[in-house]
Each structure stands twice: as structure tokens, then as C-alpha cells.
């Protein structure tokens, strides 16, 4: 008694009979779900047995944070993530020379951005979002309360958005790991009172201000400390 009104995103009806096989979806993303899970049958069973399936995701956003380990090895990944009907990768810190991590506030060069949008195409195929991260941090450490800083990041978040990414985001966490847990210049002291939560919020808070402005599109996200 499986409705159309019962389907969630991404979900699908697969009927499979003597007739044929049959599928039903409102989204793409659904049809990639229903032939993936065609493919897993196929190859559990060697056949396509009779049955009838209605099937949609419990999780909205499944995906994997790419590792050093599969920096150069994308295509690999997103077969991987295909199979287990991931929807998005998440490339965060070290890579690229370090420009999401230490290196932040150096720019992107032409061949690193011809690459990040070589990757988003070949994550396009595949029907899986990419969302990039940066992890401000470093020698000389981040001047929350400096606008130039804040300009440096805006800048490199708006290369990637006109490179083809609209999921971006900061991440504060394992600063414990490099003493950088707490406000260390004067400015950021007399301005948030030491507190570096105060710090971090008016960070994020004027970045994604100034990015929206002309990054209409971008989802922000972001990791706390």
C-alpha cells in the first residue's frame, strides 16, 4: 500500500518482475539509490529475484571526512562512497600544502583550483556533495579581531565558491593540541575579555557575513572548539 506521498528525498520505489525492472523516484539522487541498491542485489544474488521495494535514507547527510590517505586516491573513494549510498566527502586541513590548515591565509594557486574543480566534477558524477574546511591556525597564530585576517579567509572561501563549491565551514577543533586553545594576541585579549569562544563567534560570525554577500548559495558549517 506504498504511496508516492510516503517517499522521503533521495528515496525510491524498485519493483522488479517477470515484465521487467521497474523504477520509481521524484529525484535523481532517489534513481541513483534505487539502481545502487539494484547492483548490490545483483551481485548478492547473481540474479534479480521478484520483489518489490520502497526505500529512502534515515540519515540526510551520510558521507565520509576524507583522510590523508585518500587525498590521491578520489576516484577510489567515491566508488567506495557510491557503493554505500554516501551523499557527500568532506576535505578538511591537510592538504593542498597545507592552504586549509597552517597555510591559510596563502592563496590558492591556478593548478590547486583547476584540481578542486576537476575533483567537484568528478563528485558531480557520482551525485555527492563536497564541503571544505578550514582550520585556521598556525605561525603567527589568528588575530580574531583582525579584518585583514578575516578578508584573507573570505577571499579564499570565495575562490572556492566560484570553483564550483557552495559547502564551506570553519573548524576550531584540536587547537589543545598546539597551545593554541586560548587568545594570544593583546588585541584579542582586551576585545573578548580572553574569552576565545566570545573570539571564535565574532570570527565565524563577520566571515559568513561578508561571504553571503556575494556567495549567495554557500552552506556554512562550522566545528567548535
Known amino acids: 500500500?506504498?504511496?508516492?506521498?510516503?517517499?522521503?528525498?533521495?528515496?525510491?520505489?524498485?519493483?522488479?518482475?517477470?515484465?521487467g525492472i521497474f523504477i520509481g523516484a521524484e529525484t535523481e539522487a532517489?534513481?541513483?539509490?534505487?539502481?545502487?541498491?539494484?547492483a548490490m542485489i545483483r551481485k548478492e544474488s547473481g540474479t534479480c529475484p521478484e520483489c518489490a521495494i520502497m526505500d529512502y535514507p534515515s540519515i540526510s547527510r551520510r558521507g565520509i571526512v576524507v583522510?590523508?590517505?585518500w587525498f590521491n586516491k578520489?576516484?577510489?573513494?567515491?566508488?567506495?562512497?557510491?557503493?554505500?549510498?554516501f551523499n557527500f566527502i568532506w576535505h578538511h586541513g591537510s592538504f593542498m600544502d597545507n592552504k586549509f590548515s597552517r597555510n591559510w591565509r596563502e592563496p590558492f594557486t591556478p593548478g590547486e583550483l583547476k584540481k578542486i574543480?576537476?575533483?567537484?566534477?568528478?563528485?558531480?558524477?557520482?551525485?555527492?556533495?563536497?564541503?571544505?574546511?578550514?582550520?585556521?591556525?598556525?605561525?603567527?597564530?589568528?588575530?580574531?579581531?583582525?579584518?585583514?585576517?578575516?578578508?584573507?579567509?573570505v577571499?579564499?572561501?570565495?575562490?572556492?565558491?566560484?570553483?564550483?563549491?557552495?559547502?564551506?565551514?570553519?573548524?576550531?577543533?584540536?587547537?589543545?593540541?598546539?597551545?593554541?586553545d586560548r587568545l594570544i594576541h593583546p588585541d584579542d585579549?582586551?576585545?573578548?575579555?580572553g574569552n576565545i569562544g566570545e573570539a571564535h563567534r565574532h570570527?565565524?560570525?563577520?566571515?559568513?557575513?561578508?561571504?553571503?554577500?556575494s556567495c549567495p548559495e554557500i552552506e556554512f558549517s562550522v566545528l567548535p572548539m
Not at 510516503?6 to 518482475?17: H, N
Not at 532517489?30 to 539494484?38: H, I, Y
Not at 566560484?162 to 565551514?169: E, F, H, Q, V, Y
Not at 570570527?203 to 554577500?213: C, M, W
Open 189 to 193: 585579549i582586551t576585545r573578548f575579555h
Open 30 to 38: 532517489g534513481v541513483r539509490n534505487a539502481n545502487r541498491t539494484l
Open 74 to 85: 578520489l576516484p577510489e573513494l567515491l566508488l567506495r562512497a557510491d557503493k554505500l549510498k
Open 117 to 153: 574543480r576537476q575533483n567537484k566534477t568528478l563528485c558531480d558524477q557520482y551525485g555527492i556533495n563536497v564541503y571544505m574546511t578550514f582550520t585556521p591556525r598556525g605561525t603567527p597564530p589568528v588575530e580574531y579581531s583582525s579584518e585583514k585576517e578575516i578578508d584573507l579567509l
Open 67 to 69: 583522510g590523508l590517505q
Open 1 to 19: 500500500d506504498a504511496k508516492w506521498s510516503d517517499l522521503k528525498q533521495e528515496g525510491y520505489f524498485l519493483f522488479i518482475s517477470r515484465k
Open 203 to 213: 570570527f565565524v560570525g563577520e566571515v559568513f557575513r561578508k561571504l553571503k554577500k
Open 155 to 180: 577571499a579564499k572561501m570565495k575562490d572556492l565558491y566560484a570553483a564550483g563549491i557552495r559547502n564551506l565551514g570553519i573548524s576550531f577543533d584540536d587547537l589543545c593540541n598546539i597551545e593554541q
